[in-house]
């Protein structure tokens, strides 16, 4: 009696891991569209009570779905790039109020390459701007040159404020020219001449608002470049003194505001050196106005304001003398922004 149950009871067991392997099978055909199998197994009457138990149970219960949500890696770096081509044209036959025709075209490169994790940043960023304007009476003319490439890097210890190192190098590509009244042309810069290298450590201050912050670094050294001899006095260098480095003070502030399709952009710089004459005070302030027509085109005005007490200009008497530089850039520009690009 014991082997004969033993025979039964092993049966049964094969016959139950027979069906658990089979009746998923089962479900797949007939989730498949093959449904024979599932009703084969339902009518199927030489079943056992226990085996009907199983079959019913596993009848009555879905198989489970597993929703995977794939989980996408925390980023870090965000890289993107802005490019504006501006083109103007005049042409002029037999105009009785003179004038001369002429082409001009500007260009304009942003790039930037940041990193933010935690409490640590670094900000890269290139700026290259050249336009020029050619006269069909008065020949090639340069009209805008400029090559800036910023670095900071900081960490924060208490909210919105940054331990910070800034670093700045600004010079142009091609020699620049003044013009007479009789059309002869003067050379009054060139690629390093001047050249700036600005290095400074100080406290960092952003808001959680995000469209301004300020910078003061009470350590800064700017490292004046003159390369070519007869140009170093005009730029405050002694004519043996190719490299001149100022120690002192810098605060800067940026805003970076936007509203529907117009955006204002301004950094404002002011330096002060702490061993020559520490109150006159150097000012850099750049400007730039955008108001986005469409998907590629765009309204610029772009301004960039100096004052240097150590540049000597000459004016129209010939006379030599700190004054203030202004430049201004307005068109209508064809824009394009690569990446996660912000100005």
């Known amino acids: ?170 010079s142009q590509f091609s020699p620049g020219f003044t013009y007479n009244s009789k059309d002869e042309a003067t050379r009054v810069s060139k690629f390093l001449s001047p050249g700036y290298v600005t290095f400074g450590i100080g406290i960092d201050y952003k808001p959680d608002k995000k469209w301004y912050s300020a910078t003061f670094a009470p350590i800064t050294l700017n490292t004046i470049i003159v390369t070519q001899k007869s140009l170093r006095t005009k730029y405050g260098n002694a004519e043996d003194e190719p490299v001149r480095v100022q120690v002192g003070a810098q605060l800067t502030g940026n805003v970076n505001y936007s509203l529907k399709n117009f955006k204002a952009v301004s950094q404002l710089i002011l330096f002060s050196d702490y061993k020559h004459n520490p109150q006159n005070i150097k000012v850099t302030w750049d400007v730039m106005l955008a108001y986005k027509i469409n998907r590629f085109l765009e309204a610029t005005l772009r301004t960039n304001l100096i004052y240097d007490d150590d540049i000597l200009i000459k004016d129209d ?17 064809f824009a394009y922004t690569i990446g996660e690009f912000k100005k």
Do not use: C, H
């Open 317 to 333: 008497n010939g006379d030599y003398a700190p004054r203030v530089q202004f430049k201004e850039v307005l068109g209508i520009s």
């Open 1 to 170: 009696m014991f082997l004969r149950n033993s025979k039964f009871a092993f049966r049964s067991l094969v016959a139950i891991l027979l069906l658990a392997l089979l009746l998923p099978l089962s479900l797949l055909g007939q989730r498949r569209g093959g449904g024979e199998s599932v009703q084969m197994i339902t009518s199927d009457t030489t079943l056992t009570s226990a085996q009907n138990i199983i079959r019913k149970i596993g009848l009555s219960n879905k198989v489970p779905v597993i929703q995977y949500v794939p989980v996408a890696p925390p980023k870090y770096w965000t890289t993107g790039m802005l490019t504006q081509l501006s083109f103007s044209q005049v042409s002029l036959t037999n105009w009785a109020a003179g004038g001369s025709g002429s082409i001009a075209m500007n260009g304009y490169v942003n790039a930037m390459r940041n990193y933010a994790k935690d409490n640590l940043y670094w900000e890269n960023r290139v700026q290259v701007s050249y336009g020029f304007v050619q006269s069909f009476d008065q020949g090639y003319r340069k009209s805008e040159d400029k090559f800036i490439l910023d670095s900071k890097a900081g960490y924060s210890t208490f909210k919105n404020f940054f331990f910070s190192a800034a670093l700045n190098i600004k």
